[in-house]
């Protein structure tokens, strides 16, 4: 049977109408930003395979660290044991963050990371003695993970209302999205910051945390918001005492143009969940970073007052050791600088289609790039979101749009080269859509 065969027999697919959707293509191999199938084609990892493959794929640092740590210990329960991985780990990314976030809890996807950050601000009021601080915020559209909780709190991204029995209530703030040209941005801040307001007045002494994804929303369909909205949000937390949590599942390590949102955005959150780019795509894992201040609430003499989580893989060693070398290959390859490149050509790319009639709401930041195809039908089950992957996919570019959405979100290893074939396939995409 061939992998095809198999795949159809026994396999079940993410995020995927089976029914519907084209047989699953089998890769082989992977290297830098190209993927390799099994049938001889090619195709361009323009969305590092769901964000992840910071630095291309089969990155040979990486792969050597893993290959190591292999030989020497592959895998430790953590609780009661630790090992020099997770804690060089742990010091490292503490370096790396805003001041002040200093405890790292690793678990294994986005997701659970989500799920970390939820109990540890609902338990860190308990703690406190202010139990009756059971509520969160979230932004409409914003996407945080598909487990219980991460869904809870990613309500308003509109995927997973089939599931809503299992959800708890999560009150949504407005996001106000804004693009290249916006002349409304001001008031739909001012507006999402009235609203806030009203929120904090009414509910302000029973709301625990608000989560959110920092400058840009992913899933939600690109939608960025501007640094100093942030800092207004945040000020107004802190003035009411409430918790802050950063999602940067999808921002960290590089995607925004700053190694974290945060410091691009300069605004330190209580909580940040970092995965994804963490182990550069090689293995999952993820970590929620907290202030010594909520750590601090957590300590006493009776497991009540601890944090109740814990996964069997915690901290694997397989997956801090890939972090480790991910965070090297930053310092070796200076991959920093090389961002405001990849944000040029972007600018490039973009401009050679801003004229296109079917082209709006361009924008960029960082490494990430997007705009809105106009269409009769906008979300994320536009049909113009699954015709032109097909059109992508037998052009050799992965590309996934989000519905009417298409965006990039390259591996850091991209070349001016290659961006630009990406853009100009993607206008040859277009004009077949006129
Ligand atoms: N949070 C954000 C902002 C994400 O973009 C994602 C995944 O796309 C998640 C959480 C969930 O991460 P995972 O798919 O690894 O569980």
Redo the contacts with the bound molecule.
Sequence with gaps: MTITDLDRCHVWHPFTQAQTAPDAIPIRSAKGIRLYAEDGREFLDLISS??VNIHGHAHPTIAAAIAHQAHTLEQVIFAGFTHQPAAQLAHELVQRLPAGLTRVFFSD??????EVALKMALQYWRNHGEGQRTRFLAFEG??????VG?MSA?KGCGFFDTYGSLLFEVGLLPYPATWDGDTEVEAKEQAALAWLDTYLADHGDTLAAVIL?PLI???AGMRMCRPAFLQALAARLRAAGILLIF?????GFGRTGAMFASLKAQVTPDII?L??GLTAGFL?M?VTVASETIYAAFLGDSFDKSLVHGHSFTANPLGCAAALASLQVFEDEQTLAKLPHIEAWHRQGLATLAAHPLVQRVRVMGTIAAFDVVAADTGYTSPIGAQLKAFFHAHGLLLRPLGNVVYLLPPYCVSEAELAHAYATIAIALNTLC
Excluded: L
């Design positions: 769901w964000w996807d986005g997701s659970t990371a989500v914003g996407y945080h993970g598909d487990t991460a990613g994804e929303q992913g899933s999602d940067e599942v999808m921002t969940c995965s994804k999952p993820s």
